[in-house]
T-cell receptor
Framework: GEDVEQSLFLSVREGDSSVINCTYT??????LYWYKQEPGAGLQLLTY?????DMKQDQRLTVLLNKKDKHLSLRIADTQTGDSAIYFC??????????????FGQGTELSVKP | DTEVTQTPKHLVMGMTNKKSLKCEQH?????MYWYKQKAKKPPELMFV???????INESVPSRFSPECPNSSLLNLHLHALQPEDSALYLC????????????FGPGTRLLVL
C-alpha cells in the first residue's frame, strides 16, 4: 500500500535554513502537501505541490519534488523560533475510489534554538 | 477564507456520558472529514462525507456516530467511550473528494475518564 516516510526530529539554530525531507511510494500521487502543527493546535496547510511541478516557492518556503526518486523536501529559510512545530508531509492520489484520502508521514518535529 | 471551526475546544466526559462534537465550514466545500489524532502522531481518518452522504467509514467503533445535517455542518456523536478514545479530534473539509486540498479545524481535545 501507499507509504510516506519522514525523519522524526530536526534541530536547527535560529536564522539557519531547515530542510525537512519526505519520501513516498505511490507513483500515482497527484498532490503532495506540507502541514504544520503547533502544540495544541490543528493542522495548518503550509503549501502543496502538484506532481507535474519540480519546485514551488512561497516567501521563506521552498518545496522541491523529485518525482523519479519519489522525494519531497521543504526548505524554510531564516528559521525562527515560531517555526518550531511538527511538520507533516502528505500525499493524495486524487483517484476517486481513494475517497480523497490523505496519506500522512509520521511528522518531523522541528526544534529551533535561539 | 479557509476557516473550519470546531466546538467545543475541550471536552471531558465519563464513560457513560453522551456528547457531541460540532464542525462548521462556510467555504462551500462538499466533502467533510473526521480524524482522530494521538499526541505527536499523524491524524487517522475516521469518516468521510461527500455531498452530505457517508462515503467512507474506516471501521470505526459504533460508539462514534457521525452526522452531516447539511453541507456546512458535521457532527460526531459520542456514547459509551473508553479512556483510549481520549485524543484530539480534527475536522477537515475540501471542495470535493478527488485531489482537493483539505483544510483542518483547530480540533476538539477529548478526555474520557
Amino acid at each position: 500500500g501507499e507509504d510516506v516516510e519522514q525523519s522524526l526530529f530536526l534541530s536547527v539554530r535560529e536564522g539557519d535554513s531547515s530542510v525537512i525531507n519526505c519520501t513516498y511510494t505511490d507513483s500515482s500521487s497527484t498532490y503532495l502537501y506540507w502541514y504544520k502543527q503547533e502544540p495544541g493546535a490543528g493542522l495548518q496547510l503550509l503549501t502543496y505541490i502538484f506532481s507535474n511541478m519540480d519546485m514551488k516557492q512561497d516567501q521563506r518556503l521552498t518545496v522541491l519534488l523529485n518525482k523519479k526518486d519519489k522525494h519531497l523536501s521543504l526548505r524554510i529559510a531564516d528559521t525562527q523560533t515560531g517555526d518550531s512545530a511538527i511538520y507533516f508531509c502528505a500525499e493524495s492520489s486524487g483517484i476517486y475510489n481513494q475517497g480523497g484520502k490523505l496519506i500522512f508521514g509520521q511528522g518531523t518535529e522541528l526544534s529551533v534554538k535561539p | 477564507d479557509t476557516e473550519v471551526t470546531q466546538t467545543p475546544k475541550h471536552l471531558v466526559m465519563g464513560m457513560t456520558n453522551k456528547k457531541s462534537l460540532k464542525c462548521e465550514q462556510h467555504m462551500g466545500h462538499r466533502a467533510m472529514y473526521w480524524y482522530k489524532q494521538k499526541a505527536k502522531k499523524p491524524p487517522e481518518l475516521m469518516f468521510v462525507y461527500s455531498y452530505e452522504k457517508l462515503s467512507i467509514n474506516e471501521s470505526v467503533p459504533s460508539r462514534f456516530s457521525p452526522e452531516c445535517p447539511n453541507s456546512s455542518l458535521l457532527n460526531l456523536h459520542l456514547h459509551a467511550l473508553q479512556p483510549e478514545d481520549s485524543a484530539l479530534y480534527l475536522c477537515a473539509s475540501s471542495r470535493a473528494l478527488e485531489g482537493e486540498t483539505q483544510y483542518f479545524g483547530p480540533g476538539t481535545r477529548l478526555l474520557v475518564l
